[in-house]
């Protein structure tokens, strides 16, 4: 299964399950994750203006990153561009730029259901493709009205007939979980896509039900990145064969990188810098530490295909090898 639009192939046409234990998340990473969420909130309320930049940059990121997964080719350049000058881009079609103004409101929507304590449900879930899909689809807000083949897929997405009904009981699965909020999220992201209860819009909507779910817990947005598109897919499919430990991975090293970039503004210690300069006089190469960011071994975060990281991180790191 892909978690495009309109690809996803769930295990069966009976109700989808949701497997997979916490355990299946590292370790490391989701210990990291717990610390770094109680150190944020020791440091709530930031600045308005700092807390204003880091939404904003949270935001175009986003809407760049789960446009583009779906095949939109806006540049990120060219979707700040779109959603804060109103510029129509030469070559690109009105769909494209519709998308992305699309998706910028759907976001401030679940930025304010997030504000409001709203739940999952099956009709914040119908508002929010309402106005993901508005002069895209005849039949935003509304569920399929067709059975769905998938070209090349051994499954089918259930009937459309069972699609209400389904829809119905993951979100109230995901409102009696008794599973820690990464992995509730991301389950609730991959029971959408199983699902697809939509003609069109499955994966963007899944993505903002996951930052509304997040938020409304005092987690902080994510955004999935266009360069991880295979892995998210991959993850996707493991999840429908009945292994959901990879994608519940997968989130939570998205949470993670969150969690990094908002702490990160605080400065000091906790600034991100490239690696290469975080290497200087530790003894390590830069090499070695890029590997330790991308296996997870230490907060990092992608920045313009160049991984950065804090001393702090990096201290951290170092000390839990003494032990």
């Known amino acids: 299964m892909t978690a495009t639009d309109t690809k996803t192939v769930p295990r069966t046409d009976s109700k989808p399950k949701i ?5 299946a998340v590292s370790d490391l990473i989701f210990s990291r994750i717990e610390e770094n969420k109680k150190r944020l909130d020791g440091q709530r309320p930031l600045s308005p203006d700092t807390l204003s930049a880091l939404h904003k940059e949270m935001r175009l990121l986003h809407i760049y990153n789960s446009n583009a997964i779906e095949g939109n080719t806006l540049t990120l350049s060219e979707t700040k ?5 109103g510029v129509t881009v030469g070559g690109k079609s009105l769909k494209e730029h519709l998308e992305a103004k699309n998706t910028a409101e759907a976001y401030d929507l679940v930025r304010s259901m997030a504000e409001g304590k709203r ?14 899909t508005h002069g895209i689809l005849v039949d935003a807000g509304r569920y399929r009205t067709a059975n769905v083949r998938i070209t090349g897929a051994v499954n089918s997405p259930p009937a459309f007939l069972k699609v209400p009904s389904l829809v119905a009981e993951l979100a109230a699965r995901v409102q009696d979980s008794k599973d820690d909020v990464v992995t509730t999220a ?3 992201h991959h029971g959408l896509v199983e699902i697809h209860p939509f003609a069109d819009g499955n994966g963007r909507v899944a993505r903002l039900m996951t930052n509304l779910y ?4 005092g987690y902080l947005p ?24 990879p994608f519940i991975d997968f989130i939570a090293r998205a949470i993670d990188e969150s969690l990094t970039f ?13 690696v290469s300069e975080l290497a200087e006089g530790t003894g390590y190469s830069a090499e070695y530490i890029s590997l330790l960011a991308r296996r997870g071994r230490m907060d ?3 920045i313009n295909n160049k991984w950065h990281s804090s001393k702090k991180s990096l201290e951290h790191y170092l000390a839990s090898r003494m032990k």
Not at 214 to 217: E, T
Not at 222 to 244: F, H, P, Q, S, T
């Open 119 to 132: 739940k999952v449900t099956p009709e914040t879930i119908l508002e929010i493709h309402e106005v993901v």
């Open 214 to 217: 997040l938020m409304s817990r």
């Open 19 to 23: 497997a997979g234990k916490r355990k």
């Open 262 to 274: 908002y702490l990160s503004a605080a400065g000091g210690r906790d600034e991100l810098i490239p």
């Open 186 to 188: 991301a389950k609730l």
């Open 222 to 245: 994510i955004a999935l990145r266009k360069k991880d598109r295979m892995r998210y897919y991959e993850a996707l499919r493991k999840a429908d064969a009945g292994n959901v430990a």
């Open 81 to 85: 561009l779109v959603l804060e000058e």
């Open 300 to 302: 990092a975060v992608k």
